[in-house]
């Protein structure tokens, strides 16, 4: 309702309306556009109604863009079957890589956060970066209708798709965990494998990510560059279940 939404500075409506015009989206309700990016955090922290929060749009971008994606699929990859395209899917709409898409776009930038969640690393969290990208979509799609937020989907995942579709490595979990840590560091992750398997021609390859000496995550692989990718990933998984890990980690060093 309207006179329950967040009254918006002239610089917060302009930032807003200038992604819009980034995204070739004119006729998005702006105010609708700041609660997509509006975290109940921050709803909490200044004393307004949490159903302002972006949790409603991001129940709906979440459907409209499984639809979407899944549309797609079965369109473009005639000859792949339900199981494949299942996994295709999984990927496509999956958490981390829907944060890199909203990191690349830098929508975090926008976010409504408050204060802990901020300086918890809020606004590069994969899970809330993930929501935001998709609660965005629920906003276009309130405003625009499916057609637009379908090309505007497909303009902005379909270079995934393609490159999942094939099989390619999408997410540079490797990059994410170093620019992480580093934010909120200053240290770099060192990989090390901790043991190998199989004959020669078969080798499985065990990997440990680790920052100042303390384990972040592990993963194996047939060669040392899939188990390093495989360890980063599991560190971003655990902290994104363990947020202060980090902070533990230079806290213990000190």
Known sequence: MASDALELTPERRQELLELCRSLDLPDVDV???NQAFTHRS?????GFDESLANERLEFLGDAVLGVIVTDYLFHHYPELQEG?????????VSRRLLSRVARHMDLGRLLLLGRGEDQTGGRIRPSILANLFEALLGAVYLACGLETTR?????????EIHQVGSGEV???YKSMLQELAQRRTGAIPRYRVTHTEGPDHDKVFAVEARLLDHLLGAGSGKNKKTAEQR???DALERMNEHPGLLEEIMRGEN
């Open 84 to 92: 494949q395209l299942s996994k295709i899917k999984s990927v496509v």
């Open 170 to 172: 999408v997410v540079d």
């Open 231 to 233: 360890a980063a990933a």
């Open 151 to 159: 090309a505007l989907v497909l303009r902005l995942l379909s270079p």
């Open 31 to 33: 105010q609708q556009l």
């Open 42 to 46: 921050f709803l909490n922290e200044h």
